[in-house]
Every structure is written in C-alpha cells, then in structure tokens.
C-alpha cells in the first residue's frame, strides 16, 4: 500500500501568513493527489486534485504543487477561516486511496 | 443539487455486524465512471478509505479491512450499501460516504457522516 506523510503535524500561524503544507508518497503517484479541508464536526472539502488543480469554489488563495513524491500546499495569505485540519490523499491505485496524518493550522 | 446521506445504527455490539446505507440525489449510480467511497475518522484521528464502487460494478477494498467489508449499490434506490463483520471497539468512527465525479478524481461531495460506537 502507499504511505502518505504529511508535515507538520500542527501549524500555528497568524492571520495573514503564507502557510505551507507538505507532503510526501511512498512511491512515486504522478500527480495522483488531492487536498481536502476539514473543520471540527464537519466532513471533509475537497480544495485541490491532480495536485494543483483548484476545485471550483475554491479561493485563489489555495494552491497546490508537486508531483511524483512530493507535494505542497500553500495558502498565500491565511485567513479566519481557514484554521482547519488540512489531508493530502492520493488516488493513483485502482485498488484504493490513502490519506496523510492531517496538518492542524492552528492560531498563534 | 448533489447529496449524500449516510445511514445506519448509532450503537453496535462487539463481533456484531455494521450495515450502513449512503442515499444520494442530484445524480444516478448508473452515470458512467461515477463511483461512491466510504470512509470513515475515529474520534480525533485521521480520515481512513474503505472502499469503493463504480457505475460499472467494479469494486475495491481497503487491503487492511478486506475480508471484513462488502460493497453494494441498488442503483433504483439510489443507494450504497456497505457491511462491515465482526465489529470492535476500535471501529468506532464517523462513518462517511462520498462520491467520485469520474475514475481518476478524488472524493468531490461527501455525506454529513454518521457516528458509529461499539460498546457492548
């Protein structure tokens, strides 16, 4: 199965900052991943696919980089309501998905 | 407008059997390469995948989970079916079903989710 590690675990960051979020494959997915944003009580968002792609909806402060096994997401200007818990997933195997450990951003 | 809604008991016994039910509006499990996951989150931790299953019938399973799930759809009901076997403590979670716009895309809409506890 492939492993999804993302870092940092938990971000504290002030309104405003540009905030990234990494993370890595076990093995190479192409550009097989997606990001999802998930606040506390609430199902995941879908914001990115195929690994920059931004979901309709989404705010241009989003954005998604990266290919093979490594992968970033960054907000360029953060904002009250993104402090969320943050998931990569990648979607390259027919014979199933994985998500990454989470990235809490948290207020500083 | 596209919807799903989980459903299904909020208590189940140990090495009892979970069945749950994912209703959805706004498409049809018939639309080609359309595809609905379950996926589920323990208290305070990660999103785990499940599984999965296609408009064309194909199906798949989380290797970890696989001998204890199945995965159905009644596409006249609009429903999809999971079964999870001989339940335990730790498969308690927020249960949650989503949809797959095509093959090759990620989760796009997700239910509300439904909370599972396994006590005895």
């Known amino acids: 199965d492939i492993q999804m590690t993302q870092s940092p675990s938990t971000l504290s960051a002030s309104v405003g900052d540009r905030v990234t979020i990494t993370c890595r494959a076990s093995?190479?997915?192409?550009?097989?991943l997606a990001w999802y944003q998930q606040k506390p009580g609430k199902a995941p968002k879908l914001l990115i696919y195929?690994?920059?792609s931004l979901e309709s909806g989404v705010p241009s402060r989003f954005s998604g980089s990266g290919s093979g096994t490594e992968f970033t997401l960054t907000i360029s200007s953060l904002q009250p309501d993104d402090f969320a818990t943050y998931y990569c997933q990648q979607y390259n195997s027919y014979s199933g998905e994985t998500f990454g450990q989470g990235t809490k951003v948290e207020i500083k | 407008q596209v919807t799903l809604k989980e459903s299904g008991p909020v208590l189940v016994k140990p090495t009892e059997t979970l069945t749950l039910t994912c209703t959805v509006s706004g498409f049809s499990l018939s639309n080609a390469r359309m595809g609905v996951s379950w996926i589920r989150q323990p208290p305070g931790k990660a999103l785990e995948w499940l599984a999965h299953i296609f408009s064309n019938d194909e199906k798949s399973y989380s290797t970890s989970l696989k001998s204890r799930l199945t995965i159905s759809k009644d596409t006249s009901k609009s429903q999809v079916v999971l079964t999870m076997t001989n339940m335990d403590p730790v498969d308690t979670a927020t249960y949650y079903c989503?949809?797959?716009?095509?093959?090759?895309?990620?989760?796009?809409?997700w239910g509300q989710g439904t909370m599972v506890t396994v006590s005895s």
């Open positions: 093995q190479s997915i192409s550009s097989w």
């Open positions: 195929k690994a920059s």
């Open positions: 989503a949809r797959i716009r095509y093959h090759g895309f990620p989760f796009d809409i």
